[in-house]
């Protein structure tokens, strides 16, 4: 006769007492196991999807820089056309040109017959507090194309922002809770929001745009500019040299001209037409993934104490009702001498070997219940699997941690019985 | 090797209070088997677990072998009825889902010994119940059930056997067997104090003490 043995005749004479109590621990360690390993799952195939993303992304822009090169030398160059006073230290340092020229220039050199410009999009630009909301952003006007004198270009560039309206940065839009539709007061215009991009991860989550002619006013720069992007640039000298030397020529020697390499022009031309790439439905894609996950983990957040609590107080009342009926034998037990430390062990250790029962078979539940449903969760090829679920950690917790939580739950009721006074069970007849 | 003096106890319930021993005192000596009779509520269960260790008197001493278990920590005196005393009740308090041969090795968990689950077969035996070692008390009649809790009580070799209507219970015949053993007991140099209302008792005992409320009667001992 072992403590042991009588602990395991005790579970098989008193079978349903300890299935329930196993239960308890089997359906909350089942729930907390499914959670986390959906949450990993999800985890797991959001990064996987990200690397592939990243991977598609990279190559998306490797292929472009390769077109661009190509188009670049077919289709002429890229330039950047700075007032000629402009200081270029302090232009790269700050970002934009702090010097103006006259908006004349880019009909000019539209017009100019020795050059022809297949996009042309003159900018102003200015790094300045929003005054009405104290904050500072970076202003830029931006137009469509100047249209060329002598030709139609082949794929025109939409002008984006329309007057009256504002195109703005994540961060502005969420500093200055600025939604699309909403108005705000830039100058003390009103002005309504068109769009809000996606946060981007530079300059441009800071950026307002407005239109070319408003900035102007607003700026108190009328008719000028601080930049011009050219866009295949092509003379009879096709040569950068040349370019430049037609460029500066045709605008009577007042502006310098820089030569962007051709990611550099795309930058540029996406940032001053607002364009939005297809990394929108990536960002898209992402917040998606990332709001299900919000819900998951809010749902873990409320499911897991509330499971917790349900099976302690499960198992707490399974080991109280143990106790009664035992009332007898432990009083027996006592009289003929079993200390009542050895009585609490008896109890504990039956609620310790019900938490390690449902805990291992909770933790085999649980996951594999999380299995099946990242299986039917995932698109197809997408699941995370079975091994990448795994986690070590979360059975050891399971199993460790499941037995402890019973043994405290049933720790209340294992002590008042141990300390039972035998002398009352053996009085009654 | 049993001296109880002037023990009192008084229950003190919701309702009433009832004074269960009002002065009892009496004494067992080795190889002695002493009966205590008297009506049903007199206070002889209160008296028993008393005399055991389980039950500490209002006044009054206990003393066995010139031990007081009442000067012992709870956990020493558990220790000390594991040694000393064997239990035998009217409801035999077996273990449901033990079998015969593990209720009788209980005692051994609270005093262990090398030779234990050798003495609880040899006690088995000598009961008539060698065939039924692997049973569970459910399938054996009262009788047999009463000399398994026997057996239990003697597995130790206590100084001091304490009964409390052992045959309450039990059909005459069976009755007659465990008293015999009860006997034997005594003969072999125990003492055993057996508390009950039946008069059979008194056929066995070496000597029979009469109690009423809470009192002895010949309070001559
Ligand atoms: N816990 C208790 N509370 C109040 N009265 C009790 C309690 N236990 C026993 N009694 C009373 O004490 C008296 C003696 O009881 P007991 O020792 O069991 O007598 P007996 O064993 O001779 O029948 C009885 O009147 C009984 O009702
Ligand atoms: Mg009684």
Known sequence: MTLWRLVIKEIAYRKLNFALAVLAVLVAVGCLVAELTLLRAHEVRAERQSDAQDARTRQRVGRLADDYRVITKQLGYNVLILPAKQDLGRFYAQGYAGETMPEEYARRLSESPLITVQHLLPSLQERIEWPERKFPIILVGTRGEVPQGHRNPKDPIQPLVAPGTMVVGRVVAERLGLEEGKEAVLFGRRLAVAKVHPPRGNEDDVTVWIDLAEAQALLGKPGRLNAILALSCLCAEATPEGIRREITTALDNDVQVLELSAAAATRRAARLRASVHADETVAAQEAGRAELRLVREALAAWIIPLVVIGATVWVGALAFGNVRDRRAEIGILRAIGWRARQILAVLLAKAVAGGLAGGAVGYAAGFALAAAWDVHEAAAGDAAGASALFDPGLLAAAVFLAPILAAAASLVPALLAARQDPAVVLREE | ?221
């Open chain 2, 1 to 221: 090797m049993l001296r109880v003096e002037n023990l009192t106890k008084t229950y003190r319930g919701a309702a009433r209070t009832v004074r269960a021993l009002d002065g009892v005192s009496l004494e067992v000596a080795a190889g002695e088997f002493v009966a205590v009779e008297g009506p049903s509520g007199c206070g002889k269960t209160t008296l028993l677990l008393a005399a055991g260790g389980l039950l500490r008197p209002d006044a009054g001493r206990v003393m066995l072998r010139g031990e007081d278990p009442y000067a012992l920590t709870p956990e020493a005196r558990a220790a000390w009825r594991a040694a000393q005393v064997g239990f035998v009740f009217q409801q035999f308090h077996l273990i449901p889902y033990l079998t015969v041969l593990d209720n009788v090795l209980a005692p051994s968990v609270a005093l262990p010994s090398a030779d234990g689950d050798k003495r609880a077969r040899e006690w088995i035996g000598r009961f008539g119940l060698a065939d039924r070692a692997d049973h569970v008390p459910a399938e054996l009649s009262t009788g047999e059930r009463q000399r398994v809790a026997l057996a239990r009580a003697l597995l130790n070799r206590p100084a001091l056997l304490l009964a409390d209507e052992p045959t309450g219970n039990l059909d005459p015949a069976s009755a007659a067997v465990v008293l015999g053993h009860l006997a034997e007991f005594a003969k072999s140099g125990g003492a055993v104090l057996l508390v009950t209302h039946d008069p059979l008792g008194a056929e066995y005992a070496g000597r029979t003490l009469r109690m009423a409320q809470g009192r002895m009667l010949n309070d001559k001992c």
